[in-house]
């Protein structure tokens, strides 16, 4: 059975404490640009060249997860685009 989902915000500081504690190591040279999905439940992770499909592993294993998506090397996983309308 499912367990109650985390809301977002605690979602992302405990998959960043994981990220920072125990993957660095992992995921050094090589890695930089990749993105990693990590269970904030389990700390199981996946590390694919896309966001979709190390999400997509990971829930796979466990169709349960609360994931968090880092990208290996970089302050955040996605940047925002700002759509400028146009006259």
Avoid: C, W
């Avoid at 700390?43 to 990208?71: C, G, H």
């Amino acid at each position: 059975m499912s367990e109650t989902r985390l809301p977002r915000q605690e979602i992302g500081e405990r998959g960043s404490r994981i990220y920072r504690a125990r993957l660095p190591e992992l995921l050094q040279a090589g890695a930089r640009g990749l993105f990693v999905a990590i269970d904030i439940l389990s700390e199981e992770y996946e590390v694919a060249e896309e966001a979709r499909v190390a999400s997509e592993r990971l829930k796979a294993r466990n169709p349960d997860a609360q994931i968090l998506v880092e990208r290996i090397g970089y302050p955040a996983a996605f940047t925002a685009l700002s759509s400028r309308v146009q006259s």
